[in-house]
């Protein structure tokens, strides 16, 4: 497989393309028996140059939820050519990516607009947009802009972004 970025030292301007599986787009294929990977991994409109600064897949089913995730390189791409434009279909080299395997069966963090891909920052996706310490103390999550840090006594500690509320249940 190519080579793709560590998950330990993200390069800061990689990014993680999120491929929206519908009917029309690869849905249909799979349920005719194409191997989901296969359709998966590839045939998707973008820029070669952006393809080129892609580490991580995500697919998203038809209802907006993350079906699978992937560690991804840049495999190869096919020109194509209608009267009106050129565009590059790309594939992708896939892996496993253990650090987004909490995304899966969730809704996707990025929404679809008008194509079928969209893209994020894979540090955003990895660390979201809060403040990092370096302290060995706490344990953080971050969803969807909420931080939640967990410290060694099992207290926390909740950061909602600007608008957003918290309830706290206790059981």
Known sequence: MPRQASTDN????TETIFVFISADNGAARIEAGEPELDVIRGGWVCS???????DHLIAVDADGDVMSVHRAAFDFSEAKTTPNKT????????????????????????????????????EWLLHGDATHEDTDDATR????????????????????PDGGSVTVLCR
């Open 141 to 160: 999550a971050v969803v969807q802009g909420y931080v939640l840090d967990v410290d060694d006594n099992g207290d926390a500690y909740v950061t909602a």
């Open 87 to 122: 565009y590059n279909l790309v594939w992708f080299a896939l892996g496993d990516a253990p650090e987004l395997d909490f995304m899966v069966g969730n809704p996707s963090p990025v929404r679809q607009r008008r194509n079928p891909v969209a893209y994020a920052s894979t």
């Open 10 to 13: 993200e390069a800061p301007n």
């Open 48 to 54: 070669l140059e952006r393809a080129q600064n892609v």
